[in-house]
T-cell receptor, first 112, second 114 residues
Framework: EAGVAQSPRYKIIEKRQSVAFWCNPI?????LYWYQQILGQGPKLLIQ????????DSQLPKDRFSAERLKGVDSTLKIQPAKLEDSAVYLC??????????FGSGTQLSVL | SQQGEEDPQALSIQEGENATMNCSYK?????LQWYRQNSGRGLVHLIL???NEREKHSGRLRVTLDTSKKSSSLLITASRAADTASYFC??????????????WGLGTSLAVNP
């Protein structure tokens, strides 16, 4: 089966610019997650979708981050404007029953 | 928020040796999962152990769970250079309800030297 697809793989931007990440989960997976992983740390959940509804966005910096899940399938995560501390790997994951997560390869963001 | 704490933070062994990593957590759990992350890649699910299980095997992996001590261990037997990666434990709280939010540890970095 096809895995979780993410793009782009790498992104370099200057602070105050905007950036968007895209994720296509495994077909049929109702739950989609966006994580932020800073070097040397574990993943931090930014937002969790169940179909196209938000289940948990308690750690999403809503003044600059936004996310949507189009028709309950693909998802985009946007940062506007970016700050230096947003430099991290952004991971998308999906799950069929909310237990075992399947991750994409991630987008490595560098904010200069 | 981080609940799991892996121990040690870093581990370096020779190929063929066994590697043991530990994870401690704070609240009652529904299940505990172990994931592997190769450098620059996404995480890969290794094994899930439920709160009513004490031990689980998958190939060269052995996971134990001690709910009285709120701890788990991951043993990799006969390690290979390809096992070099970071290993994370993640827990689902028994109070999570339908959310089933995973709480992640900081990970153990394993280096297997040829």
């Amino acid at each position: 089966e096809a895995g979780v697809a993410q793009s782009p793989r790498y992104k370099i931007i200057e602070k105050r610019q905007s950036v968007a990440f895209w994720c296509n989960p495994i077909s049929g997976h109702a739950t989609l997650y966006w994580y932020q992983q800073i070097l040397g740390q574990g993943p931090k959940l930014l937002i969790q979708f169940q179909n196209n509804g938000v289940v948990d966005d308690s750690q999403l910096p809503k003044d600059r981050f936004s996310a949507e899940r189009l028709k309950g399938v693909d998802s985009t995560l946007k940062i506007q404007p970016a700050k230096l501390e947003d430099s991290a790997v952004y991971l998308c994951a999906s799950s069929l029953r909310g237990e075992k997560l399947f991750f994409g390869s991630g987008t490595q963001l560098s904010v200069l | 928020s981080q609940q799991g704490e892996e121990d040690p933070q870093a581990l370096s062994i020779q190929e063929g040796e066994n590697a043991t990593m530990n994870c401690s957590y704070k609240t009652s759990i529904n299940n505990l999962q172990w994931y592997r992350q190769n450098s620059g890649r996404g995480l890969v699910h290794l094994i899930l152990i439920r709160s009513n299980e004490r031990e689980k095997h998958s190939g060269r992996l052995r996971v134990t769970l001690d709910t009285s001590k709120k701890s788990s261990s991951l043993l990799i037997t006969a390690s290979r250079a390809a096992d070099t990666a970071s290993y994370f434990c993640a827990t689902v709280s028994s109070n999570a309800g339908n959310n089933r939010k995973l709480i992640w540890g900081l990970g153990t970095s394993l280096a297997v030297n040829p």
